[in-house]
């Protein structure tokens, strides 16, 4: 083989090289392409399913007054549960509701007429349909206010049913109750109610609000599982703002407690809840009076120096960060204060004998306004 005939192959060997990277990079490209393509595809149908799903667990429609009587017949299964609500118009849509109950592991529902509504969500009319909330008027209906603790809500569940105030509340801390609730609502009751230094473990988790009972004297378990559910689905509203502000459940409700004890008719539970994430962002104690009185068990107007001595992990003043648990239970306004403080400067505040909260940003102006308000006064 001649030189020139060499130099010509090498010149082909060479080209056909050049030609195969060329390709192999369009082919690399085009696996690229198309592997970014099916990434943002599955992104794409798994958020807008997620969405889809979260949508169709909501109301129908939220600002419905209309209420509808539907018929579950004996013996109904949960798919045909599932498209007699739908076809009534009451959920958005059938298999989200199927599934829903299937993930849940709910059952037990009661055949009967229903009185139900477009703007019930769909944990709601679970709820009632394993009561048997049927076409009827309630029995009765109690009301638990916003701030009320749990004692206190023995004592209205007691006096509601004709039983033991001390039976109602044995109830609500048996252990063995507990763990069962647990079960049955693991998003909403985790371990961290079992922290020994938790009082009562349901401290803050029965939504306040007007309950309907539809039979004289309800278990305690029935008149509990009502409640947890309306926690469970107020709960749900916020799940995404609490991911993001980083508070678990417990914390989250803990943190409204306080806020909604200290707050007055006149108080902007925003900046309450401003001066409390400052003082822990730095550090300090967020000496707050209503966990000193929780931890002594007591009602009192006004807090004495020698009750900041009260040894107990929910005294602030001893103590940095939140307490253990909820001191109370809190209403809406509270739940959302603690998800969007205002953004401020504050670290202190006192309210006023005319109800007036007062923020300031020092310890010396803090004593200022305490002077001007409170020591002079006295």
């Known amino acids: 083989m001649t030189t020139d005939e060499k130099g010509v192959k ?14 192999a990079k ?24 997620y969405l889809y799903i979260q949508s169709a667990l909501k109301p129908l429609d939220s600002k419905s007054k209309s209420q509808k009587t539907v ?18 118009g009451i959920i958005k849509n059938a298999k989200v509701f199927k599934y829903y109950v299937k993930l849940k592991n709910e059952g037990g529902f009661m055949a009967g007429e229903y009185q139900l509504s477009p703007s019930m969500d769909v944990p709601e009319i679970v709820s009632r349909l394993k009561t048997g909330k ?18 206190e809500i023995a004592a209205i569940m007691a006096k509601a049913t004709n ?6 509340l044995n109830k ?25 230094s938790i009082k009562y473990p349901l401290e803050g988790y029965l939504f306040p609000a007007t309950y309907p009972f539809y039979k004289p004297n309800p278990s305690v378990e029935e008149m509990v599982t009502v409640m947890l559910d309306k926690t469970r689905t ?3 509203d916020y799940s995404d703002e609490s991911k993001d502000k980083k508070l678990s459940v417990h914390q989250l409700l803990t943190m409204a407690s306080l806020i909604e004890e200290e707050a007055t008719g006149k108080a902007d539970r925003k900046k309450i809840a401003s001066v409390f994430y400052n003082r822990i962002k730095k550090g ?28 107990s992990p929910y005294n602030t003043y001893q103590h940095t960060g939140l307490p253990p648990g909820p001191i109370a239970n809190a209403g809406k306004i509270s739940i959302e204060a603690a998800l969007k403080p205002e953004e401020t400067d504050y670290y202190y505040f006192l309210a006023t004998a005319e109800g007036e909260v007062i923020f300031t940003k020092t310890l010396e102006e803090h004593n200022q306004e305490k002077a001007k308000h409170i020591s002079n006064k006295k």
Do not use: C, W
């Open 284 to 311: 300090m104690p967020l000496q707050t009076d209503p966990t000193v009185l929780y931890a002594q068990g007591k009602h009192k107007e006004k807090v004495l120096y020698k009750d900041l001595e009260v040894s």
């Open 26 to 49: 369009i082919v690399r490209k085009i696996v690229l392409i198309i592997s970014i393509l099916m990434l943002l595809f599955i992104v794409v149908i798994g958020g807008g399913g």
């Open 172 to 196: 609500l801390n048996d252990k063995v109750f507990i763990k069962t609730l647990m079960i049955k609502y693991p998003d909403v009751l985790t371990d961290e109610i079992l922290n020994g």
């Open 234 to 236: 107020v709960l749900a």
């Open 10 to 23: 090498k010149a082909v060997i060479r080209q056909k090289m050049l030609e195969h990277q060329s390709e």
């Open 134 to 151: 049927v076409l009827a008027k309630a029995s009765f209906k109690i009301t638990i206010p916003e701030g009320k603790q749990i004692r």
């Open 71 to 88: 018929d579950i017949p004996i013996g109904s299964t949960v798919t045909g549960i599932a498209q007699t609500l739908a076809q009534n």
């Open 163 to 168: 039983q033991k105030e001390d039976d109602v």
